[in-house]
């Protein structure tokens, strides 16, 4: 495995880490003063549409789409778009600046790929534009989500139309006042073979019985203007085109949604523990406690050296598993993505407790982003598969494979 990049990634690192210190480090402070005041919540801090015509204008837009679409696609690999995933972690609400924050990266890779092409110039090209965002409701309150088959909001054929009816939750972005669009999974055949009842159909979030019931917020944190909304489906009813792929389609395309969603998620959680590390290594450096400086601690350092080793695993272990994923696809690939997916949280999890614990009060505090990394961290234990589940299917694989 060669994780050299070429010319083009390394120029784009570059630029994204020089954006980055230039007009995004220096009004960090501003913009989470903003999202966490709660007179603020689900509005838009007003610098951001500035700053996604500067990110347009530089060429950092849609890096995330792994395959050309127009002239606003670079067709990056998801090898490519990892060490770039990387920089956006380190600072929570950066994606969106870069049109690269989900869950439009994963309503766009799948209207891109399977979309209709009325569906795509209706949906695609404007949240491809940034004009709109979108969500994506899959997560239900009444079953065990983790086993998608179980989902039970029904889509049921009525003349021209689907009518849906259901409750979602978890449903990411929901609450955003410039979310136009939904991506619901449902079942429009509960007699079909077990993985083939589910489709994916697009519901415009101004549909008449589209309700939102309320924001959840993540110990405490609301994550506005995007938000996690509980949804109700009350015979919401759209036309038969609003249908993505086919009847019996969904989890097919579920499951490939989900494969470099996991990749994006993991880059940005080692982004968050690589950002962790720089914070507590400066802050060694700088408090003195007992008549001695942090870093001159043997506790302190082999802190910081046994979180430089996670990182390191992590970061090469998630390149490992894009670049199968790139050469040989989804399917190929799903051992790898579930050790990142199991691997990649809970080694942020750890090393951003360290820097809280380094830091003192002030880890724990608003002054600095380890709180809500933190907090970031460990719902992505949950998201898109909960640590059980990848080890299940993990340990299943790998027990077929040494006794067959």
């Known amino acids: 495995m060669n994780f050299d990049y070429s010319e083009e990634i390394i120029t784009l690192q570059k630029k994204l880490t020089s954006f980055f210190e230039e007009h995004i480090l220096p ?84 209207l891109a790929k399977y979309g209709s092409k009325e569906q795509q110039k209706k949906w695609l090209e404007p949240l491809m534009n940034g004009e709109i965002r979108s969500a994506f409701l899959m997560t239900e309150p009444q079953v065990a989500s983790s086993d998608a ?21 978890w449903s990411s972005g929901g609450m955003n006042p ?25 519901v415009p979030m101004d549909t008449p019985g589209l309700k939102i019931i309320r924001p959840l917020s993540v110990f405490g944190f609301y994550d506005s203007p995007e938000g996690h909304a509980e949804i109700v489906l009350d015979n919401v009813r759209v036309p038969k085109e609003n249908l993505i792929l086919g009847e019996g389609r969904g989890f097919e395309i579920a499951q490939d949604r989900l494969g470099p969603g996991r990749i994006h998620h993991c880059m940005r959680l080692i982004g968050m523990a690589q950002r962790s590390l720089e914070l507590m290594s400066k802050r060694a450096a700088e408090r003195i406690a007992f008549g001695k400086t942090f870093k001159d601690y043997s506790s302190i350092r082999q802190e910081i050296a046994a979180s430089q080793c996670d990182i390191e695993q992590a970061r090469l272990l998630t390149l490992s598993a894009a670049d199968k994923m790139d050469k040989l696809g989804n399917k190929a690939s799903k051992d790898l993505i579930a050790m990142i997916k199991i691997v990649a949280p809970n080694m942020a999890l750890k090393v951003i407790d360290r820097a809280m614990q380094i830091h003192g009060g002030k880890g724990v505090g608003p002054d600095t982003p380890l709180a809500h990394f933190f907090v970031a961290a460990r719902m992505l234990r949950l998201a898109d598969g909960p640590d059980e589940v990848h080890m299940y299917q993990l340990g299943k694989s790998i027990i077929k494979k040494y006794s067959e």
């Open 27 to 110: 009004v960090e402070e501003e913009v989470n003063a903003f999202l966490y005041n709660p007179d603020n919540r689900w509005k838009h801090w007003s610098g951001m549409e500035d700053l996604k015509t500067k990110a347009k204008a530089a060429g950092l837009w849609n890096l995330f789409l792994p395959k050309n679409y127009g002239s606003l696609s670079p067709g990056l690999t998801n090898l490519e778009y990892a060490p770039l995933a990387e920089i956006m972690g380190r600072v929570l609400w950066s994606s969106e600046i870069f049109n690269c924050s989900a869950p439009d990266t994963g309503n766009m890779e799948v």
């Open 149 to 169: 088959t179980n989902i039970e909001t029904s889509i049921i054929s009525d003349g021209d139309d689907y009518v849906i009816n259901g409750t979602k939750w």
């Open 178 to 202: 410039s979310c136009k669009i939904a991506i619901v999974m449902g079942k429009t055949d509960p007699d079909a073979p077990r993985h083939q009842q589910q489709s994916m159909i697009l």
